[in-house]
């Protein structure tokens, strides 16, 4: 267990004051009032985070001290592989082929993709997210005309036929 003594909670406390951003004050603040006695519930209520975050707070305070607390760790979300003129180039010479009528499948796209990239992934998501992102939208043949009578019909009229052939 990470005990923070009332000494400490002061020094975090000085710290809060000249801090500008929110998620450090409210990780310091959380930190302070563990140091102050208060438990994980309490402070769950007062900063809003979840009481095992305020653990984990504590112990990177006391292995890392008020830097660690200050230091915003995310990663940042842009993990894109092309530019959006670089996805179009990519998509053109796709648009072009069906345009002409030929079938494209995701397999396809996603190996050039790949390839492209110099990346091998097992699925696929990165694709149909790039490709509802330029607007492209699945196209698959239907397996029965929607217009086709059904099967009661079609023998009825098979009947009729050959009653009127004979």
């Known amino acids: 267990m990470y005990r923070i003594k009332k000494a400490n909670a002061e020094e975090i406390r000085e710290e809060m004051k000249s801090t500008k951003e929110a998620g450090a004050y409210r990780r310091l603040q959380a930190v302070a009032l563990r140091g102050e006695g208060l438990k994980n519930n309490q ?5 809003g985070f979840h009481p095992d975050w305020v653990g984990q707070l504590s112990k990177l305070y006391c292995n890392g001290g008020i830097n660690a607390l200050l230091a915003d760790n995310r990663n940042g979300g842009n ?8 996805e179009e180039a990519f998509l053109s010479s796709f648009e072009e082929a069906a345009q002409s009528g030929q079938i494209i499948t995701i397999a396809e796209i996603a190996a050039a993709y790949d390839k492209l990239t110099g990346k091998e992934r097992e699925s696929k998501s990165t694709v149909y997210y790039l490709l509802h992102k330029h607007n492209w939208r699945v196209i698959t043949p239907q397996r029965v005309h929607p ?18 052939k004979k």
């Open 147 to 164: 217009g086709k009578a059904s099967d009661e019909v079609i023998e009825t009229s098979k009947k009729l036929t050959q009653s009127l």
């Open 79 to 86: 993990h894109r592989n092309m530019t959006d003129a670089e």
């Open 43 to 47: 402070i769950a209520q007062v900063t």
